[in-house]
């Protein structure tokens, strides 16, 4: 029960500084603050660092096994997406290649994080 309320905060959290950063980018572009060419790299960053930001907390949280707890996170995250993709047709091999390192990611911010404790 104790791992389940650490996995769901964390997931919170994600979504939270996902849903944050993806509204002050949508604001930015609706304002004409910044460009389309800013929107584009901003959708891929964003959920890089969002998956990083998850396993940096796992990774804080875990003992042992750090870049184990960033894979779960990363799965627990990525799957659903290549699951919607995969529903509406827009799974191709360069989705493939970003969900590769959405995974990468989240396992390397949780080894950073299980380094920092």
């Known amino acids: ?18 849903a944050f950063f993806s509204l002050l980018l949508t604001a930015f572009n609706y304002f ?7 929107v584009t790299i ?5 959920p890089i660092l969002s998956l990083g930001f998850s396993g ?3 990774g804080k949280k ?5 870049w184990l707890e960033g894979l779960k996170i ?19 091999p360069k989705k493939l290649t970003f969900f590769l390192i959405l995974i990468i990611t989240g396992i390397f ?3 950073l994080g299980i380094n920092k404790t």
């Open 1 to 18: 029960m104790k791992y389940l309320k650490k996995l769901f905060k964390c997931l919170l959290y994600t979504f939270l500084f996902f």
């Open 62 to 66: 875990a003992t042992k096994n750090g």
């Open 56 to 58: 940096l907390l796992m």
């Open 74 to 92: 990363s799965l627990i995250i990525t799957i659903p997406l290549i699951i919607f993709a995969t529903i509406i047709g827009e799974f191709s």
């Open 32 to 38: 004409n603050i910044i460009n389309y060419q800013t």
């Open 109 to 111: 911010g949780s080894i």
């Open 42 to 46: 901003g959708k891929i960053i964003i």
